[in-house]
């Protein structure tokens, strides 16, 4: 069974900070994405990769920076959190060749 | 990138048949469709994927009509458990060309 796995559910953080979620899948596959998923708008794609250390940018990446030292994980950095950030974060994966996204539990991040 | 409109909600009740129909009039050729299940608290759930005419697995079966400008998931028999939102792809992934629409509301009632 595939799984995906991000580091936190809840997350609370200031303005102005640096933010960190960390998303790991167990399954060796090559793709992976970010996304955030706002009421009414579906999921929004910010980043996704295709290999280590390759990153190609979303419909929304203003903001936000990836990181993908390892096959296994992928990382999202919000540079410097604003409000308008607060929002459900998923992260999914996908083997090369197939359209069957498997994604992790999401992290509900709010920046106060 | 192609466009995709779904109902925002549908009501049903146990047991009934469910179809939901989400329309690409702009689909390109090779674009896919794939369908995809949320519940609360949950990343999404890949459910079914088609090209073209029918594709059916144990959960779903999903209906593209010749001209591939709409689809149609079909669920047999809804229980209170397929209260869910779902969600119709259209694109070609491995071009960077797909996004997720707002989804469809579906609550099933006793």
């Known amino acids: 069974d595939v799984k995906v796995t991000q580091s936190s559910r809840y997350l609370v953080k200031r303005t102005g900070e640096k933010v960190f979620l960390e998303c790991v899948q167990d399954?060796?596959?090559?793709?992976m994405f970010w996304y955030r998923q706002d009421p009414g708008l579906g999921l929004r794609l910010i980043y996704f990769?295709?290999?280590?250390?390759?990153?190609e940018k979303g419909d929304i990446p203003e903001g936000y920076s990836v990181s993908r030292e390892k096959k296994e994980r992928f990382s999202l950095i919000l540079e410097s959190a604003s409000t308008n950030q607060t929002s459900m974060y998923l992260c999914?994966?996908?083997?090369?060749?197939?359209?069957?996204?498997?994604f992790g539990p999401g992290t509900r991040l709010t920046v106060t | 990138l192609a466009k995709t409109t779904q109902p925002i909600s549908m009501d049903s009740y146990e047991g009934q048949e469910v179809n939901i129909t989400c329309s690409h009039n702009?689909?390109?050729?090779?674009?896919?469709i794939t369908w995809y299940q949320q519940f609360p608290s949950q990343g999404p759930r890949f459910i079914i994927q088609?090209?073209?005419t029918k594709v059916t697995n144990e959960v779903a079966s999903l209906f593209i009509p010749a001209d591939r400008k709409s689809s149609t998931l079909s669920l047999p028999r809804v229980s209170l458990s397929d209260t869910a939102v779902y969600y119709c792809?259209?694109?070609?992934?491995?071009?960077?060309?797909?996004?997720f629409g707002a989804g469809t509301r579906l609550t099933v009632k006793p």
């Open positions: 999914a994966s996908v083997i090369s060749g197939s359209y069957e996204q498997y």
């Open positions: 399954m060796d596959h090559e793709n």
């Open positions: 088609g090209y073209k």
């Open positions: 990769s295709y290999d280590v250390k390759m990153k």
């Open positions: 702009n689909i390109a050729t090779n674009d896919y």
């Open positions: 792809l259209v694109g070609d992934m491995w071009d960077n060309d797909m996004r």
